[in-house]
């Protein structure tokens, strides 16, 4: 009973079919398995045409994500005894263009990464002979939770706002905005509220939730996005109560 | 100074607000008038004692704030409904005009109300 | 590559799947957050009732018992009975959301989000009770 496990993979070969396919492999389920395991052992020794992203099956690249019973899960983070008699479903992440198989492309999110400035912006940059930036624990712990972010893109694939309207610029990239704009380093946070602000900014959240319930590194983007429309909506209150300080 | 939507800050700070005067004040209220004195759980106050919590000016003013905030609550959360859930945006004019517009007018009218109270 | 995304017969042709107008009874968590939403509705009705409410209580005594016997009308206690759910459940997942919105310091510690909710549900409960005193006691 234990030892067998039916997973159901989504295919998609653009060259061969107009839609996505589902085909059965039964395997093996060794109890330390995770559903990274599985793949692998059809791609090396049921299918070799099986096409997904993995790299180092240790949920801390955020190569490997895809949607597991629906769920979006990291495959590599996934235990098949979890989910045993099985059947178990393995699809690409949802909300995303599908290249192949279980490969999606994630060209947008990356766009949008870049285009909330994910570095640290400075006024002006110290002389090096003036040593370091110093930050105390207190300063740290403000931002950190945000710093744990892995890129791997299920918050994007929980979001029914960005599943709706691909503009959204979704979970990730506003959590790691606000990584750096809590950070007592950064000097960019008027730069970032500029593009945040937009319509296709951090108004276009409603405050689902669903990000931080399948984010694998407790990151939780959700607070982050209503932390920050606070402190916009406060922004907007200082520019019109005193338009001249607020400049 | 600020950016493209200079409106959406704001309404936000009003659906936040209405959104805690109405998690406030609804429960209790719709309980009792909705609920309990119709269904006869509880007897409903004489008039005279409901004119008078009412007349008071105090009174006047936290049921406004309560009123128009709660619109302005239910009016943002309600054009995002029928942007998500009927995945009508591109209607957004529409959209706005009518949920709060109504806002507007519902203030106006809570405006009214309260001031002819005697 | 994947800025130009227009297609060639070297390109990948890309799947995509459109999203349903029935998402939100694909999973729990989306039909509850649906019912939160509408929960608006039920705001919007109460400023309504109200409204109607104060309305009697200008015009007079009778009016007002005129409003007492029409919100025992079946159609009208059922509507107010499914907005007392619909409003609770506004109130119950607002208070719950509160803490993870926003970060409360005191003295440089972060306050733990079980006391800001918890904070909010006092309110709640002494908001409530001095409701419940003025219109049911002569204080």
């Not at chain 1, 979890?82 to 178990?88: F, L």
């Not at chain 2, 409106?7 to 429960?27: K, T």
């Not at chain 2, 004195?37 to 936290?62: C, E, K, M, N, Q």
């Not at chain 2, 959209?95 to 519902?106: E, K, P, Q, R, T």
Request: glycine share 8%; hydrophobic share 45%.
């Amino acid at each position: 009973m234990g030892d067998h496990i039916t997973l159901q993979v989504a295919r998609y070969r653009p060259e061969k079919e107009s839609d996505i396919r589902f085909e059965d492999f039964e395997l093996p389920c060794p109890k330390e398995w995770v559903v990274l395991d599985g793949l692998n052992h059809i791609k090396d020794r049921m299918d070799g045409t099986l096409s997904f992203r993995w790299s180092c099956r240790m949920g801390i690249c955020g190569s490997c994500g895809m949607l597991v019973n629906g769920e979006p899960k990291l495959t590599c983070a996934t235990f098949l005894s979890d989910y045993a008699p099985g059947p178990v479903r393995v699809e690409p992440l949802r909300n995303f263009p599908v290249i192949r198989d279980l490969i999606v492309d994630i060209g947008d999110f990356m766009g949008k990464l870049t285009r909330i400035k994910p570095w640290i912006v400075r006024a002006s940059e110290k002389p090096l002979s003036e040593g370091e930036y110093r930050q105390t624990p207190e300063e740290l712990e403000d931002f950190k939770q945000f710093s744990m972010c892995i890129n791997c893109m299920l918050c994007y694939s929980a979001c029914p706002i960005y599943g709706l309207d691909p503009h959204f610029i979704g979970p990730a990239a506003i959590a790691v905005a606000q990584r750096y704009n809590l950070d007592s380093r950064d000097e960019g946070a008027a730069e970032r509220m500029q593009i945040l602000s937009q319509h296709d900014g951090i108004w276009g959240c409603t405050f689902v939730g669903e990000c931080t319930k399948v984010c694998p590194k407790h990151v939780d983007p959700a607070g982050a996005i209503q932390r920050y429309k606070l402190q916009s909506a406060l922004e907007w209150v200082k520019a019109f109560v005193l338009p001249r300080a607020a400049q | 100074m600020y950016i493209r939507r200079p409106i959406e800050p704001f309404l936000w700070l009003l659906f936040s607000a209405g959104g805690v005067m109405a998690a406030l004040f609804i429960p209790a209220t719709l309980f009792l008038f909705g609920v309990a004195f119709p269904l006869g759980w509880l007897t409903p106050p004489p008039y005279d004692r409901l004119l008078a919590i009412v007349g008071y000016p105090l009174t006047r003013v936290l049921l406004f704030g309560l009123c128009s905030l709660s619109l302005f609550h239910g009016a943002h959360r309600f054009r995002y409904t029928l942007y998500d859930g009927l995945q009508i945006k591109h209607l957004n004019e529409v959209i706005n005009s009518i949920c709060y517009g109504g806002a507007v007018v519902g203030t106006l009218v809570a405006a009214y109300l309260l001031w002819i109270v005697p | 590559m994947t800025e130009h995304s227009a297609y060639t017969p070297y390109h990948p042709r890309w799947h995509r799947t459109r999203v349903s107008t029935y998402w939100w009874l694909g999973r729990g968590s989306y039909f509850l957050f649906i019912l939160r939403e509408l929960s608006s509705l039920a705001v919007a009705w109460f400023v309504i009732d109200l409204l109607v409410l104060v309305s009697a209580i200008a015009k007079g005594d009778a009016a007002y018992q005129q409003f007492l016997d029409w919100s025992g009308h079946p159609f009208v206690l059922a509507l107010n009975i499914v907005s007392f759910a619909f409003v609770t459940l506004h109130a119950v997942t607002w208070f719950n959301l509160a803490p993870q919105a926003m970060v409360v310091k005191v003295a440089g510690k972060r306050v733990p989000g079980a006391l800001i909710a918890g904070s909010n549900y006092a309110a709640l409960a002494v908001v409530s009770l001095v409701i419940l005193a003025l219109l049911l006691t002569r204080w």
